[in-house]
């Protein structure tokens, strides 16, 4: 009887996980193409073709578009959160971390398309509410730390940090919602890059932009 328990235990665990695994492919592939092709451009019907999954099962784990898209982006976020925490505790310092991280970012946007932007502020504006929350907190978690910086000589102590990565916050979701329409990857590209470099060294002492000017150079930014 307890050899039975146990073997009905493993199965719903085994059923969970390959559920959760069929989930997150789901977030994977729809996330692809439609930042390949924006969210109006993509069906259901080809995120179920892609997956190799019936349109029904799609629709048991997801049960409409605007959930998936909004799920998308959480999921994205989450990827996002994890991958520069473990870039964070590589780096010799805040302003080290930062610029890794960034660096990440910047790559994954070139793999991105802005379309996906401008087609969740037109079709879901509710959503588009949502993600400026999101990017009003991490704006104040960016905030904190930079603050962190400042004992390192990195950041100035003269200047509202908080109030600062809440500005170049806004930027670039203003750049990546305007440049949709052109779905100009590389411009993008360039007009953060240029937002982020205005931002940065201009809540850095000397020692910082140094470090800085260094990093851009070097990565040819």
Same mark, same amino acid.
């Given at each position: 009887?307890?050899? /039975?328990?146990?073997? *009905?235990?493993?199965?719903? @665990? ?11 492919? *789901?977030? *994977? ?23 190799? &999954?019936? %349109? ?27 991958? @520069?925490?473990?870039?964070? %505790?590589?780096?010799? +310092? ?23 932007? %401008? ?25 904190? /730390?930079?603050? %962190? ?32 329409? +052109? ?11 240029? @937002?982020? *470099?205005? /931002? ?8 910082? &932009? ?12």
């Amino acid at each position: 009887m307890r050899v /039975f328990k146990v073997f *009905i235990v493993t199965l719903q @665990a085994e059923i969970r996980n390959s559920m959760s695994e069929l989930r997150n492919k *789901i977030l *994977i592939t729809a996330s692809s193409l439609m930042d390949k092709y924006g969210i109006s451009s993509v069906t259901m019907d080809d995120i179920a073709k892609e997956c190799h &999954i019936s %349109k029904r099962t799609l629709y048991e784990k997801i049960p409409d578009k605007r959930t998936l898209v909004w799920n998308c982006i959480l999921h994205n976020r989450e990827k996002t959160q994890s991958e @520069a925490k473990v870039l964070a %505790k590589e780096s010799t +310092s805040i302003l080290d971390a930062l610029l890794q991280i960034y660096r990440h970012m910047r790559k994954n946007l070139t793999e991105a398309s802005s379309l996906f932007f %401008k087609d969740m502020n037109r079709l879901y504006p509710e959503l588009g509410k949502q993600c400026r929350e999101m990017h009003r907190q991490q704006a104040q978690s960016l905030g904190k /730390f930079l603050q %962190k910086g400042i004992q390192e000589g990195m950041f100035s102590s003269n200047i509202d940090l908080s109030l600062a990565a809440e500005v170049f916050i806004a930027q670039s979701s203003i750049i990546m919602k305007e440049m949709g329409a +052109s779905n100009d990857i590389d411009t993008v590209g360039k007009m953060i890059d240029t @937002a982020f *470099i205005i /931002f940065l060294r201009g809540v850095a002492t000397q020692k910082g &932009i140094e470090i800085i000017d260094d990093f851009f150079k070097e990565n040819n930014i």
